[in-house]
Structures are given as C-alpha cells and as structure tokens.
Nanobody, 125 residues
Framework: QVQLVESGGGLVQAGGSLRLSCAAS????????MGWFRQAPGQDQKFVAA????????DYADSVEGRFTISRDNAKNTVYLQMSSLKPEDTAVYYC??????????????????WGQGTQVTVSS
C-alpha cells in the first residue's frame, strides 16, 4: 500500500511560480511511475505530467509544456512539480498519483493505482 501526500499549493498571481511536492510512503516508490493530474471546477480530471521510475523519461500535457517541470528524488520518496509562468487557467486541484505497473510513462488516469488527496492551486489574474 502506498500513501501519497501533496503539499505546496496556494494562491499566486499570474506569471508567478509554485512548487508542488508529493511525499510517498512505502519502500517501492523508486519503482513507480509518478504522475500529476489536475481538476478544475466543473471540468474532468486532466493529465499534467508524468515521470518514469528513474526520472529519465518525462511527459507533459501540451498546455503545460515548457512551463512545468516534473522531477523526483527517490532517496526522499518525493516527486515534484515545478510550475512557472502560471496562468489563471492553471487554477485547479492538483493530484499526485503512482503507477506500479507501467514501465515508462502514461497519461491514462486508469493506469495509476494510488492517489493523493489533492492540493489547491489558485492563480489570480
């Protein structure tokens, strides 16, 4: 069983930056693909970014490519999402997720086995 706890959300002005963290429990973190998803009010959950177990392979949604960076520290059982040049449309609850089966990266939420409870990011214009 893996527990994921997100932190780092908050209120920021457009153009600003935030770094989200996701701390994982359990000894198998270094073998998991990790992902970030987000859900804005009234919208479906959407893929944001993913990183494979080693950190050498990453994937980003087109809407965040070049502005967000996903990274991980397997020694600390933590995955990060550095968000820069934030826009009001980035406002959402951001969720961290862990996938124990995928070798590379995946954008499919159904592939992820474990989810955090989310952290709110609000970008004001």
């Amino acid at each position: 069983q893996v527990q994921l706890v997100e932190s780092g959300g908050g209120l920021v002005q457009a153009g600003g930056s935030l770094r989200l963290s996701c701390a994982a429990s359990g000894r198998s973190f270094s073998s998991y693909t990790m992902g970030w998803f987000r859900q804005a009010p009234g919208q479906d959950q959407k893929f944001v970014a993913a990183i494979n177990w080693s950190g050498r392979s990453t994937d980003y949604a087109d809407s965040v490519e070049g502005r967000f960076t996903i990274s991980r520290d397997n020694a600390k059982n933590t995955v990060y999402l550095q968000m820069s040049s934030l826009k009001p449309e980035d406002t959402a609850v951001y969720y961290c997720a862990a996938d124990s089966m995928t070798w590379g990266t995946t954008r499919m939420a159904a592939e992820y086995d474990y989810w955090g409870q989310g952290t709110q990011v609000t970008v004001s214009s």
